[in-house]
Every structure is written in C-alpha cells, then in structure tokens.
C-alpha cells in the first residue's frame, strides 16, 4: 500500500505529456496529489526533434488514473502567458490553487548543423526561461493569497551550472543561459515567496534517456563537437532514469523537504562537480 503523502495537495506541472514531467505527474499521483497537466502538443520550427502529441498527454492522464489519480490534461504553449492563464484557471476550477508547481518544460535545440543561430537561442530562451517565469508569475500570486505556503520546483538542467559543451552555436548558448537564468528566477522568487512559506528550488539533472535527447540530430551534435568527450558523468552511470529526477521532486516538495528553499539540487551522476 502507497503511503499517500501527498494527499489533499494539487501539482501544476508543465510538459507533462512525456518523459520526465509524465514520470513526476504519475509519482506525484500516486502519493495522493491531484494533477494538471500542461504541455504544448504540437511542434516547434526550430526545435530538431518531434514535441509532445496529444496522444502523448492522453497516455499522461491513462498512467496517473492507473495509479488511482485525478488529472486534468490542459494542451497550452508556456510562452503564451494566456494559455498559461487559462491552464491555471482550469486547475482553480477543477481542483483548487496549487500547492506544488513543477516547471518542466523545456526544449534543446542542439544539432549537426544550425540554420539560424539566433532563432536557435531566442525560442530556447522563450521557453526554456521565459516559459518558466510564465508558470511561476501566474500562480505564485495565487498561492500566497491563499497563504498555506507551498512548493515550487524549477526543472534546470547541468547546463544551468557550467558552461560544460560549449560551441558557440545559438542552440547550446541559449540552453546554458536559459538554464542558469532559471537559476536567477528561483534565487529571486526564493527571496519574495520565503515570508508566506512558499519555497521555492531548482533541480539540475544530467542526460535523461528521454525523446529530447534521443534523437538523430542530438548524435550529429555530439559526433561534431570536440568538447562532447567530456560530457560523461563522474559516476559509471551514462544516463539517468525519469524516476531519479521525480524522487528528486518528491524530496522537496514532501516534507522531507519543508525546510529546504533556495537550492540548486544537482541529480547527474557526479556531473557538476568534475
Ligand atoms: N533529457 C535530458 O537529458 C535533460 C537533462 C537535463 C535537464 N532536462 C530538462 O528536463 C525537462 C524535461 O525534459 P525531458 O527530458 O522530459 O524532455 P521531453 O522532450 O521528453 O519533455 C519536454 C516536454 O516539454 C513539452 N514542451 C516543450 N515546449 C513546450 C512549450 N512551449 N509549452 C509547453 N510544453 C512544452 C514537450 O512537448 C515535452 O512533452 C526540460 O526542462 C529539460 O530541459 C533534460
């Protein structure tokens, strides 16, 4: 029998449909919390890999009411603070303010050969880091409102830590920057939401085997760039598995966790710290 920890509380948590925010919806509700679930379900010009379908968010509802959870599945672009809006609004309607945030939502525009550097670094900025903020903005105001603290959890990456792979390309810049910029919007957020009890972390994983990554383009990237060598973890471990990161998320936003604010939670093998 699963020790319902999270019983009564309602996560928000953006690109849900797959990979590592599927494998945080379905932890989550198996510990009790109520799910919303975001994510953009269509494709992106200059991302090199296919996003998230809608068949893909569909199966994200299928394994949390598997597990014996409620989930409301909203298709919405975190860049568009209205679809944010409305996502959030859903959630109000169906389950109540959110008492866990999990921004997830990424994209790595990495690849053999970029066609436009700047469209690279600008749309990895628009959703990486400023698709961050959206999320945050819109309910964090919610939540002190309401004034029964919570738990806010930034996805980061290694790439918010060290400038490790750089190249030059707009792709791998704009990841680094978004990254570290999500560094920023915790610190500061941190700081504001602290008072009310709300905290706020920023979690940074190494390689996850998800569809980001698995992707022939990420190979041309890695076969083209003389830093790729160095990229391993310290720990004989070539990738990490989704679950590694939502026990991550399950260690701060339970109460494990509930003095814990301000953190920038490295789960990558040894990475960082080479
Ligand atoms: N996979 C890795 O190696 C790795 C390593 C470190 C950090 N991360 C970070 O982990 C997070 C999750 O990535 P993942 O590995 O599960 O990859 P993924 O591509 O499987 O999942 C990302 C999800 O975000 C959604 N998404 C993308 N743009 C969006 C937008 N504008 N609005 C709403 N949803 C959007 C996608 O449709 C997809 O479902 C990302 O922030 C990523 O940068 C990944």
């Not at 471990?237 to 966790?257: F, H, K, N, Q, T």
Request: hydrophobic share 45%.
């Amino acid at each position: 029998m699963e020790q319902k920890s999270l019983a009564g509380k309602v996560a928000f948590i953006t690109g849900a449909a797959r990979g590592q925010g599927r494998s945080h919806a379905v932890e989550l509700a198996r510990r009790g919390a109520r799910i919303l679930a975001m994510d953009i379900c269509e494709d992106v010009d200059s991302v090199p890999y296919s996003l998230a379908s809608r068949s893909d968010l569909d199966q994200t509802v299928a394994e949390v009411e598997a597990v014996g959870g409620e989930i409301v599945a909203v298709q919405g672009d975190v860049r568009e603070t209205a679809d944010v809006a409305a996502a959030v609004d859903k959630c109000v309607e169906a389950f109540g303010v959110p008492d866990i945030v999990i921004a997830n939502a990424g994209v790595n525009l990495q690849r053999g050969s970029e066609p436009d550097a700047q469209v690279a670094f600008m749309d990895t900025i628009m959703i990486n880091l400023v698709g961050v903020w959206n999320t945050v903005h819109a309910i964090a105001p919610l939540m002190v409102e309401r004034d029964q603290g919570g738990s806010i959890v930034l996805i980061s990456s290694t790439n918010g830590l060290s400038g490790r792979g750089g190249d030059g390309s707009g792709a791998v810049t704009g990841y680094t920057a978004s990254k570290h910029g999500v560094v920023g919007i915790m610190r500061s957020f941190m700081n504001w939401l602290a008072p009310y009890g709300i905290r706020v972390n920023s979690i940074h994983p190494a390689g996850v085997p998800t569809p980001m990554v698995a992707h022939p383009e990420m190979q041309a990237w890695f076969a083209g760039n003389p830093n790729a060598q160095w990229m391993g973890n310290a720990m004989p471990v070539a990738m990490l598995d989704p679950l590694d990161i939502s026990r991550a998320v399950l260690y701060l936003v339970e109460e494990s966790g509930r003095n814990i604010t301000g953190v920038t939670l490295p789960v990558d093998a040894g990475f960082t710290g080479k």
